[in-house]
């Protein structure tokens, strides 16, 4: 299996785990393929819910440009309840994680098919 396989398979067992998802593991590939290099960066591989310009980062970079959704209270709210559902006190979100509970909670996973 490559780094990028081992990714999804510790990605998917987050979602079970810690989120209490079951994965759509086409989409969650998908999902993780669309974050490019950032995987491997340690940093850039993860999320922090607490810190805002990593939300800002969220919301502009992957809501607004990715997924195509407008500027608006809704956005901080979906962040929000994601981050909720992963859990505030799990220190690594990784980044596909909350991409992918984003595109579900938006229902914006046909950007990915």
Do not use: W
């Amino acid at each position: 299996m490559s780094k990028r396989d081992d990714l999804i398979v510790k990605y998917a067992a987050d979602l079970k785990e810690k989120c209490g998802v079951t994965p759509d593991m086409a989409l969650l590939t998908k999902v993780t393929i669309g974050c490019g290099p950032s995987i491997y960066n340690p940093d850039a591989a993860t999320v922090s819910g607490t810190q805002q310009s990593e939300i800002d980062t969220v919301k502009n970079n992957f809501l607004i440009k990715k997924l195509g959704l407008s500027a608006g209270p809704d956005l901080d709210n979906g962040i929000a309840a994601v981050i909720e559902k992963y859990g505030q006190s799990n220190r690594n979100k990784y980044r596909a994680v909350v991409y992918y509970l984003l595109a579900v909670h938006f229902k914006k996973e046909s950007v990915y098919k």
